[in-house]
């Protein structure tokens, strides 16, 4: 069965930094592209970033792309997710998502393409 666990959130000052981390099991990630999105309150669930499965391409919302990096260590079945500068806007419930299959050096922004998700971890910018 596949999982997804997200951890890292919580809260932090406007200016702040934070690094999310989306552990897999039940299967091997590093064969699978990981996207992360979030989801503020009352908002629809947006797009932050993704990676390849080899890491090799990444992509991000215009928002965030200066602020945020995305990164894997395969040999921990682990995707990262460091955000640096954050701001009130960026409140809210991140996942991290795993499509069934993905092309090698692809990734996609869509929610659609994706087919396991995480339970999501807080994150709350706040002074």
């Known amino acids: 069965q596949w999982q997804l666990v997200e951890s890292g959130g919580g809260l932090v000052h406007p200016g702040g930094s934070l690094r999310l981390s989306c552990v897999a099991s039940?299967?091997?990630?590093?064969?699978?592209?990981i996207g992360w999105f979030r989801q503020a309150p009352g908002k629809e669930r947006e797009a932050v970033s993704c990676?390849?499965?080899?890491?090799?391409?990444?992509k991000y919302a215009d928002s965030m792309k200066d602020r945020f990096t995305i990164s894997r260590d395969n040999a921990k079945n682990t995707v990262y997710l460091q955000m640096n500068s954050l701001k009130p806007e960026d409140t809210a419930v991140y996942y991290c998502?795993?499509?069934?299959?993905?092309?090698?050096?692809?990734?996609?922004?869509?929610?659609?393409?994706?087919?396991?998700w995480g339970q999501g971890i807080q994150v709350t910018v706040s002074s």
């Open positions: 039940g299967f091997t990630p590093d064969g699978v592209a």
């Open positions: 998502a795993a499509p069934l299959r993905s092309p090698g050096g692809y990734c996609s922004v869509g929610e659609s393409w994706y087919y396991t």
């Open positions: 990676i390849s499965s080899g890491g090799v391409n990444t």
